[in-house]
């Protein structure tokens, strides 16, 4: 059992930036890999990005790559997401989610996490 709790949330100005975290519980977060979604009012939840188990590895969707950057540090059992040069496109709100299917674990592509955080506002005003 893994939980997920997500902080960093907020309001920032068109252009500006944001770190969100996400501290997991459990022995075995090195064991999964870990990422990032978000859900904007009226539209699905997608994907933005992911991170393999050791952490040398990422994967971003198009939209956001070169302004996140999704790390880790699995002593501490946190993801994080850097956010640069945030637009009101961004705005959702941002779900931290675990993984530990062994195909993602190859593609970092994750399509049905195990384990989901609550959930974090971000808001980009324009």
């Known amino acids: 059992q893994v939980q997920l709790v997500e902080s960093g949330g907020g309001l920032v100005q068109h252009g500006g930036s944001l770190r969100l975290s996400c501290a997991a519980s459990g022995r075995t977060f090195s064991s999964y890999v870990m990422g990032w979604f978000r859900q904007a009012p009226g539209k699905e939840r997608e994907f933005v990005a992911a991170?393999?188990?050791?952490?040398?590895?990422?994967y971003y969707v198009d939209s956001v790559k070169g302004r996140f950057t999704i790390s880790r540090d699995n002593a501490k059992n946190r993801v994080y997401l850097e956010m640069n040069s945030l637009n009101p496109e961004d705005t959702a709100v941002y779900y931290c989610?675990?993984?530990?299917?062994?195909?993602?674990?190859?593609?970092?592509?994750?399509?049905?996490?195990?384990?989901w955080g609550q959930g974090t506002q971000v808001t980009v005003s324009s």
């Open positions: 989610a675990a993984d530990g299917s062994v195909d993602t674990a190859q593609t970092l592509r994750i399509k049905s996490p195990e384990y």
């Open positions: 991170i393999s188990r050791g952490g040398l590895r990422t």
